[in-house]
T-cell receptor, first 110, second 110 residues
Framework: DAGITQSPRHKVTETGTPVTLRCHQT?????MYWYRQDPGHGLRLIHY???????DKGEVSDGYSVSRSKTEDFLLTLESATSSQTSVYFC?????????FGPGTRLTVL | KNEVEQSPQNLTAQEGEFITINCSYS?????LHWLQQHPGGGIVSLFM???GKKKHGRLIATINIQEKHSSLHITASHPRDSAVYIC????????????FGTGTRLTIIP
């Protein structure tokens, strides 16, 4: 299995609070991604990174920010969580080929 | 934006049957991915292909670039094949951005 972990795995929070999700890899892969998965939708890209301090927006980036200060860590921040951000969040890594997915984080915003 | 359509959305079959899941996309791609999402939520990459055919065990993936169509076949299906199968297409160098279909839920009955 690709060395990729996500933390926390489950989180319940209240509307308006900040939330940070962490993705950690041990593979030294260049690309890292954050997706959200919702019923009726395919996985949708939130943000991705193509190197340390190099990030770009995906198709559903509003309300989210990211940071990558080290190759191994990619953080996703919800500055002020809303109920529409209740979802399952997946991190993925890639190195020019197939993507490997983390176990997912289930986030509930009340 | 590339649209990815999968069919069928749901498929129930008896153990041992030959299974086919289809994926169509709307614009040119650099590669197509087939992923498997287990009932517990984990996502595993099955295939990445840009032409022709690939085989791994009882799974076979084919792609027709001219027709913008791919199929995933499962021979001698087994209840452990029950999962959601997701098609995704990549555009750009290194496949850094994927567009996903909404998945096909496969249930194999013993």
């Amino acid at each position: 299995d690709a060395g990729i972990t996500q933390s926390p795995r489950h989180k319940v929070t209240e509307t308006g609070t900040p939330v940070t999700l962490r993705c950690h890899q041990t593979e030294n892969h260049r690309y890292m991604y954050w997706y959200r998965q919702d019923p009726g939708h395919g996985l949708r890209l939130i943000h991705y990174s193509y190197g340390v301090k190099d990030t770009d927006k995906g198709e559903v980036s509003d309300g989210y920010s990211v940071s990558r200060s080290k190759t191994e860590d990619f953080l996703l921040t919800l500055e002020s969580a809303t109920s529409s951000q209740t979802s399952v969040y997946f991190c993925a890594i890639a190195d020019y080929n197939e993507q490997f997915f983390g176990p997912g984080t289930r986030l509930t915003v009340l | 934006k590339n649209e990815v359509e999968q069919s069928p959305q749901n498929l129930t079959a008896q153990e041992g049957e030959f299974i086919t899941i289809n994926c169509s996309y709307s614009v040119g791609i650099s590669a197509l991915h087939w992923l498997q999402q287990h009932p517990g939520g984990g996502i595993v990459s099955l295939f990445m292909l840009s032409s022709g055919k690939k085989k791994h065990g009882r799974l076979i993936a084919t792609i027709n670039i001219q027709e913008k169509h791919s199929s995933l076949h499962i021979t001698a299906s087994h209840p452990r094949d029950s999962a959601v199968y997701i098609c995704a297409v990549g555009v750009g160098f290194g496949n850094e951005k994927l567009t996903f279909g909404t998945g096909t839920r496969l249930t194999i009955i013993p």
